[in-house]
């Protein structure tokens, strides 16, 4: 069970230096690491995760149609929450729906998985699937963003939203992972190797921004913060989708171990690319920070427990 959480210990490990450091470095250096990976390194493990993944994996219907509907659910309860809460103020309302269904379902669900199923492609499939659908969610928050700043009705909303959404560089990558995958086309070997380099840097540079936030933010006293406590997103995150999840996998037919993966999934904590939209729209990503670190935290004793729940589900 403790190599259960080699891969969350690892994640506080890189916050922690972010944080330790964050004197001794550059002020321009936290701007620079997150425009690295929001525009660059994510799109590139998105689209390296997804062209690796047989399309007829992509297209797992009980899986996607359970997975998404949990995520569906979870994100508009919390925005409507959110919302009742803050006097209908959009942005807020979106970072904080997204950052109850996005989950860190590559830097952590994938070691997790690996590790409890050894050798199974269905592991790399489940993670590539989640990763996926969690985009969608961020790509309708990007738009939510936008139209915040753009209050439009009918076609010019419309067209608003797909010129967002098709500009977006997370979407980008995807949308590329999904065309290689159904193409079956492979990069040649040298830029195949550098895009996977920087997809995998995707990770790192964004938890130790977080740790640089997240000093800097202790460093410089907040103003009172207004509407939803974080700790209502996190359960959310670490309970309420996992719970939606089960269900309705178990309703739709989804095998037995699948329907643990998907679960584990689903109870990772939120993903530091959450909080990468939260620094450029210039909303909430102190807070945003902050609630990334104690869902971590909190994830080293909610996911062993989760998993050996699960265990005597299934036996």
Same mark, same amino acid.
Request: net charge neutral; aromatic share 10%.
């Given at each position: 069970m403790f190599n259960l959480l080699i891969p969350?210990?690892?994640?506080?490990?890189?916050?922690?230096?972010?944080?330790?450091?964050?004197?001794?470095?550059?002020?321009?250096?936290?701007?620079?690491?997150? !425009?690295?990976?929001?525009?660059?390194? &994510?799109?590139?493990?998105?689209?390296?995760?997804?062209?690796? #993944?047989?399309?007829?994996?992509?297209?797992?219907?009980? &899986?996607?149609?359970?997975?998404?509907?949990?995520?569906?659910?979870?994100y508009v309860l919390v925005q409507l929450w959110s919302l009742k809460h803050e006097q209908g103020q959009t942005r807020p309302a979106s970072l904080r729906a997204l950052s109850a269904t996005f989950g860190n379902t590559a830097f952590i669900g994938i070691p997790v998985l690996a590790m409890l199923f050894p050798n199974n492609p269905q592991a790399l499939m489940a993670a590539a699937l989640a990763s996926l659908l969690s985009v969608l969610m961020f790509a309708v928050t990007v738009v939510q963003l936008r139209l915040a700043t753009q209050p439009l009705t009918g076609m010019a909303r419309l067209s608003l939203a797909l010129r967002v959404v098709s500009r977006n560089p997370v979407?980008?990558?995807?949308?590329?992972?999904?065309?290689?995958?159904?193409? !079956? &086309?492979?990069?040649?070997?040298?830029?195949? /190797?550098? *895009?996977?380099?920087?997809?995998?840097?995707?990770?790192?540079?964004?938890?130790?921004?977080?740790?640089?936030?997240?000093?800097?933010?202790?460093?410089?006293?907040?103003? #009172?913060? #207004?509407?939803?406590?974080?700790?209502?997103?996190?359960l959310a995150k670490l309970a309420l989708q996992p719970l939606l999840v089960w269900l309705l996998f178990s309703w739709l037919g989804v095998s037995a171990q699948l329907t643990v993966m998907g679960v584990l999934l689903s109870a990772m904590p939120t993903a530091?690319?959450?909080?990468?939209?939260?620094?450029?729209?210039? /909303?909430?990503?102190?807070?945003?920070?902050?609630?990334? *670190?104690?869902?971590?935290?909190?994830?080293?004793?909610?996911?062993?427990?989760?998993?050996?729940?699960?265990?005597?589900?299934t036996q």
């Open positions: 969350l210990l690892a994640v506080v490990a890189v916050m922690i230096a972010g944080a330790a450091s964050s004197r001794l470095l550059p002020g321009w250096l936290e701007r620079f690491l997150n !425009q690295y990976v929001y525009y660059l390194a &994510f799109p590139a493990i998105l689209y390296v995760s997804l062209a690796n #993944t047989p399309i007829e994996e992509i297209l797992n219907p009980g &899986f996607v149609l359970g997975y998404l509907l949990a995520m569906v659910v979870t979407v980008i990558g995807c949308a590329l992972g999904v065309l290689a995958s159904a193409m !079956q &086309f492979s990069l040649p070997s040298i830029p195949d /190797t550098l *895009v996977t380099w920087i997809g995998k840097s995707s990770s790192p540079c964004a938890l130790f921004a977080i740790g640089i936030a997240l000093a800097r933010s202790m460093r410089e006293p907040e103003q #009172t913060q #207004t509407g939803v406590p974080f700790w209502h997103v996190n530091a690319s959450v909080y990468l939209l939260a620094y450029q729209d210039k /909303t909430l990503e102190k807070q945003i920070a902050r609630g990334i *670190v104690a869902g971590t935290l909190l994830t080293l004793f909610s996911l062993p427990l989760l998993t050996m729940g699960l265990n005597l589900i």
